[in-house]
């Protein structure tokens, strides 16, 4: 079984920035991907950003492409998204997941099979 547990959300101005972590425990691969999503009031969950292993190309949906870095710290069993530069329409709960497929997809949320309780970003203007 794996667990991922969000955290680092809150509520800033339009401008500002955060970092969420996503610490992941129990059975998994520091190889497979990790993958970001979000969704919003009365909206399908989207896709965010994803990671496979540290130091591999990182994949951003369009909407946060330049304003937002994925990271993985490979011994601390973490996976971050960091945040810049946040618009109101950012304002979502953010979901971290993982993917027990080396081979898989990272945009579609289907590809992942645990995910993280979710962690709320609210951005005011």
């Known amino acids: 079984q794996v667990q991922l547990v969000e955290s680092g959300g809150g509520s800033v101005q339009a401008g500002g920035s955060l970092r969420l972590s996503c610490t992941i425990s129990?059975?998994?691969?520091?190889?497979?991907?990790v993958g970001w999503f979000r969704q919003a009031p009365g909206k399908e969950r989207e896709f965010v950003a994803a990671?496979?292993?540290?130091?591999?190309?990182?994949t951003y949906a369009d909407s946060v492409k330049g304003r937002s870095a994925i990271s993985r710290d490979t011994p601390k069993n973490t996976v971050y998204l960091e945040m810049n530069d946040l618009k109101p329409e950012d304002t979502a709960v953010y979901y971290c997941?993982?993917?027990?497929?080396?081979?898989?997809?990272?945009?579609?949320?289907?590809?992942?099979?645990?995910w993280g309780q979710g962690t709320q970003v609210t951005v005011s203007s």
């Open positions: 990671i496979r292993w540290s130091g591999s190309i990182p």
């Open positions: 997941a993982a993917s027990m497929d080396y081979w898989s997809g990272v945009t579609q949320a289907a590809d992942y099979t645990y």
């Open positions: 129990g059975r998994t691969e520091s190889t497979h991907p």
